[in-house]
C-alpha cells in the first residue's frame, strides 16, 4: 500500500486545523492535509508541503505522531504542528478551513461519510492532541 504523509496542526490556543475537501471529496467532510510524496522528498518535507498546498498554512513540525493511519488507499502518517504563517488561500483541493476546538473538530470530521475516513480521523485528532498535552507540559 502506498504512503501519505500530513499534519495536524496545533495552535497556541488549542485549536486545531481541519480542512474542508472540495466537493466533500471521497465523502470527506472535514479532515486533516495529506498526500503522497514527491521524487526525492523526505516524509517531513512531504507532510509540510501538503499542509500548506492544502491549508494555506506554513507550519513547523512538532513531533511525529506515533502510529500509522490507514485510509482507503494509503497508510497514513502524521506530524503534530504548529502554524508559523497562514500565507494565502487553500489550494484547489480545499473548499475551506477552520481552526476549532477538539470536540468542534471531533464534530466536523463525524459528518465524514467515507468508512474508513470517520474511524481514521478522530484517531488522529486523538493521537494528536495527547501528543500536543504531553509537548506543552515538557516545554
Known amino acids: 500500500m502506498k504512503k501519505s504523509y500530513g499534519g495536524a496542526v ?3 490556543d488549542g485549536q486545531v486545523l481541519v480542512r474542508e475537501p472540495t466537493d466533500h471529496y471521497d465523502g470527506y467532510v472535514w479532515t486533516f492535509a495529506k498526500g503522497e510524496p514527491n521524487l526525492g522528498e523526505s516524509i517531513e518535507e512531504t507532510a509540510l508541503r501538503e499542509v500548506l498546498e492544502e491549508t494555506g498554512v506554513i ?3 512538532v513531533a511525529k505522531i506515533p502510529g500509522s493511519f490507514r485510509g482507503s488507499t ?3 502518517e502524521y506530524f503534530l504542528m504548529t502554524p508559523i504563517e497562514n500565507t494565502k488561500e487553500p489550494g484547489d483541493e480545499t473548499q475551506s478551513v ?6 468542534e473538530a471531533r464534530e466536523m ?5 467515507n468508512v474508513t475516513g470517520k474511524i481514521r480521523d ?4 486523538e493521537a494528536a492532541f495527547e501528543l500536543f498535552r504531553k509537548s506543552i507540559s515538557v516545554s
Not at 98 to 103: A, C, I, K, P
Not at 109 to 113: A, G, K, L, P, V
Open 10 to 12: 496545533i495552535n497556541q
Open 59 to 61: 507550519a513547523q513540525i
Open 74 to 76: 494509503t497508510d497514513n
Open 98 to 103: 477552520r481552526w476549532v476546538t477538539q470536540s
Open 109 to 113: 470530521i463525524s459528518n465524514t461519510t
Open 122 to 125: 478522530p484517531r488522529v485528532l
